[in-house]
């Protein structure tokens, strides 16, 4: 929808501070005619979401995560490359960080579907490519939820640096490959010692098996 669509650069433009009226200005129609379409700014920045963040997510990213037929390696290259394609654009990364200042729902909602869909997930994969307790036994700790989010984050600062701080990025992909090479690097050694922490029973001093063979 063309409104949808102008919404969508409005935004990504001036943030959610911007006024419904400019933005009617600009499509050169009048505020009435817009509120027609959308009562509300609410409502108008609902389908922002909807178009911006939940159509672009790809359902197959979830399955693909948890085919252990692939070795975990090559699954997070390939999620990960796939999803920068996505968030990889002018109004995703500045829709996102405009809602986070302005404590409009759309951070919130996208992180918690993050969370749930890719974070924990790549959490158990870890667990299960190294030879620790699944989640169902020994529940997820903190830390290792945090360890990936923190390549998530690193995946992000990739659109952060090109569409908030304007720098030139070469070779995008490149830095997805060194993300994950550092991530698999650590990983091991932290779901080991907070799975150890967690469970009911030690288990044992032995460093964890490569990755790269799972």
Not at 165 to 193: H, K, M, W
Request: with cysteine; glycine share 6%; hydrophobic share 45%.
């Amino acid at each position: 929808m063309l409104i949808v669509e102008a919404a969508i650069a409005y935004f990504a433009e001036v943030g959610f501070e911007g006024q419904t009226r400019n933005l009617s200005t600009r499509l050169g129609v009048t505020n009435a005619l817009l509120f027609r379409y959308f009562p509300t700014k609410e409502e108008l920045v609902e389908q922002v979401y909807q178009h911006v963040y939940l159509r672009r997510w790809a359902n197959e990213w979830e399955d693909a995560l948890k085919d252990r037929s692939v070795p975990l390696e090559a699954r997070l290259r390939r999620f990960y490359k796939s999803y920068l394609s996505v968030i990889y654009s002018h109004d995703w990364i500045r829709i996102f960080f405009f809602a986070g200042l302005r404590g409009v729902n759309i951070s919130e909602r996208y992180l918690s579907r993050l969370n749930s869909r890719i974070v924990l997930p790549i959490c158990a994969e870890v667990r299960h490519a190294y030879g620790l307790p699944s989640p169902e036994k020994v529940p997820i700790a903190t830390v290792e939820s945090d360890a990936a989010w923190g390549l998530q984050g690193q995946i992000l600062y990739i659109g952060i640096r090109r569409f908030i701080y304007n720098q030139n990025i070469a070779d995008p992909e490149r830095i997805v490959d060194a993300a994950v090479d550092v991530f698999l690097s650590g990983i091991g050694r932290v779901a080991t010692a907070a799975s150890v922490r967690r469970g009911r029973g030690a288990l044992g001093d032995a460093s964890p098996p490569s990755v790269h063979a799972a």
